[in-house]
């Protein structure tokens, strides 16, 4: 009204555009992308907390999100008040909710605290208070947006064996994480999303790859032209296996600073080949490529190998890698320029190293230091 003949501009951002999926009965999906890029926007679109302004969603059956576990939670409240209020919320009677008490705290591994102020918490154990609530509702849907990244190493695992509960029992479960590994090991699909449009829709393999290129650049290898693993026989070469070993041969899962550890691969030969190339590339929990070697610039020539032979090859290094998880992924192409990949699997193995500071930098490498006065 002050200034009525002033010019005023504003800008459309549209957080999601083009976006068409469907979801089967039973199918574990998930939803990848970099920050940004709209997932937890879809997810909230699905939950019914965010209003579209175009096209439609469907849903079929009860849904329950798992997008910000604890909302409704009282921090005045203790754990045991809190559970039974969070429980009814979500659709639970008084008597469901009574009965499954104990089965709530178990699982969240918090008996010790239940007469504990929920202000009193630390975020880790209100995430498992409210995933394990959460996991009590009787739903055919769930939505889960990255609920377990403060949870620890333990209860994620927890976490992952209810996933994999959940996923025997056919329910439908959406799933959105940064964690590719988590991608591979539970999804049936995935979709990548990327500035609010899908880039990558289909097997789980190539949409980790498809993650990963978009975030860190390729690999030592290209991935193959044919995704999945259900057409691994019919392919020259396969990758087997994957895991790490200490200096005396022993598998292990973790490791200290300055031991030696090995890295090995297990392929077999589906066809004749002549010098195959073999590589791994070693990311940490960032996905950060910190390492990778070939065959090609470390050994020279592997020789020949015809179809029902196995090799097991065992790359050894000091280990210097800054405390952290790491994963593997091996690869094998034909010989040449490494360009023709017959298999790559992406983060096969992993292993935590552990050491007694964390400096922030990638690799904690063997140093001199001193001190001259002038």
Not at 13 to 30: C, K, M, N, Y
Not at 133 to 147: Q, R
Request: net charge negative.
């Amino acid at each position: 009204m002050l200034h009525p003949f002033r010019s005023t501009t504003s800008d459309a951002f549209r957080a999601l555009e083009g976006i068409t999926f469907d979801v089967p009965q039973g199918e574990f999906f998930g939803i990848v992308g970099r920050n940004g890029s709209g997932k937890s926007t879809l997810l909230k679109c699905l939950a019914g907390i965010y209003s579209l302004d175009g096209g439609s969603i469907a849903i079929d059956g009860r849904l329950s999100p798992f997008i910000e576990l604890g909302v409704g939670f009282n921090p005045d409240l203790t754990a045991r008040d809190n559970v039974i209020i969070n429980a009814i919320m979500l659709g639970l009677t008084r008597r469901q909710a009574r009965e499954r008490f104990d089965d709530i705290i178990a699982f969240a591994e918090l008996e010790q605290f239940l007469d504990l102020k929920l202000k009193n918490y630390s975020s880790g154990m209100s995430v498992r208070l409210g995933f394990s609530v959460a996991i009590e509702v009787d739903a055919d849907i769930l939505l889960v947006d990255e609920v377990l990244a403060v949870g620890d190493a333990s209860f994620q695992q927890k976490c992952f064996e209810q996933f994999q509960r959940m996923k025997d029992e056919g329910r439908t479960i959406l799933f959105v994480t940064h964690d590719m590994g988590s991608v591979e090991r539970f999804c049936d699909r995935a979709m990548l999303i990327e500035h609010g449009e899908i880039v990558e829709l289909g097997a789980p393999g190539a949409v980790a790859r498809r993650y990963n290129e978009l975030n860190f650049g390729r690999t030592v290898h290209a991935p193959p032209p044919a995704d999945g693993r259900a057409d691994a026989p019919t392919r020259p070469a396969e990758i087997v296996a994957a895991w790490f070993e200490d200096a005396d041969g022993e598998r292990i899962q973790a490791v200290a600073q300055g031991d030696v550890c090995r890295v090995c691969v297990e392929a077999r030969m589906h066809e004749d080949l002549i010098d195959p190339v073999f590589a791994v590339t070693l990311r940490n929990e960032a996905h950060h490529t910190i390492f990778a070697t070939s065959s090609q610039w470390e050994h020279g020539p592997t020789g020949a190998f015809q179809a029902g032979d196995t090799v097991v090859v065992r790359i050894s290094f000091e280990n210097w890698l800054a405390p952290s998880r790491y994963t593997a992924t091996p690869s094998i192409a034909r010989a040449g320029g490494g360009a023709d990949t017959l298999d790559l699997r992406d983060h096969l193995a992993s292993l935590l190293v552990h050491g007694t500071r964390v400096t922030g930098g990638v690799a904690d490498l063997p140093h001199d230091f001193r001190l001259e006065r002038a």
